[in-house]
C-alpha cells in the first residue's frame, strides 16, 4: 500500500530526507555506492530516500530508492559494504558504528541525481538539518520532488 495517495509517481512506502556526507552522497549519485551505512535506520517501511547533501554543499541532491533494509552485525555490515561500495574502510566503519550490535546496510535501487541542486531552507521553514533523517509528508515530498525536478520525475 503506497502511503502517497496523493500522487501518481509515488513510490511505495515512506519518504525520508536523509543528511548524507557530500564525500557519500556523490558516491550514491555517481551510483557506485548502492548501500547506504547506518547506525539506526527509521523502519523498514521507507520506500524513497532524498539525499540532502550536509555541509558544505547543504541541498538535496537526488533521489533513491530503497529496495532493501539489512538490519545486522558489524562483520555482515563489513561484507555488504564491502560488495556494494559502502565507501569507508574497516577502521572508519568500526568508528561510525561504535558499541552498536546492530546496524542497517539500506540497500539502494534506482538513484535520479536532481535536476537542480535545491537548498531546503525555503521549503521548509526554520529548517535544521537532521542528525539522520526526518521523515516527509506526502505533501512535502510533493514539493521537494517539484523543486528537484521541475520537468517532472518518473519513479
Known sequence: MSLFQESSQQPTGRAVLLSIKPKYADLIIAGSKTVELRRSWPSNDVGVMIIYS??????????A???????????TLWVISQAHGGG?????L????????QSYGVMLGRVIPAE???????????FTP???F???????YQRVTIAMFPSGIDL
Open 54 to 63: 550536509s555541509a558544505p554543499v547543504q541541498r538535496l541532491t537526488g533521489i
Open 130 to 132: 537532521p542528525q539522520g
Open 65 to 75: 530508492l530503497v529496495k532493501e533494509i539489512k538490519e545486522c552485525d558489524f562483520d
Open 94 to 101: 568500526k568508528e561510525y558504528i561504535g558499541k552498536k550490535k
Open 88 to 92: 569507508v574502510t574497516q577502521e572508519e
Open 134 to 140: 526526518m521523515y516527509l509528508s506526502p505533501l512535502d
Open 116 to 126: 537542480i541542486l535545491v537548498d531546503p531552507k525555503p521549503l521548509f521553514p526554520n
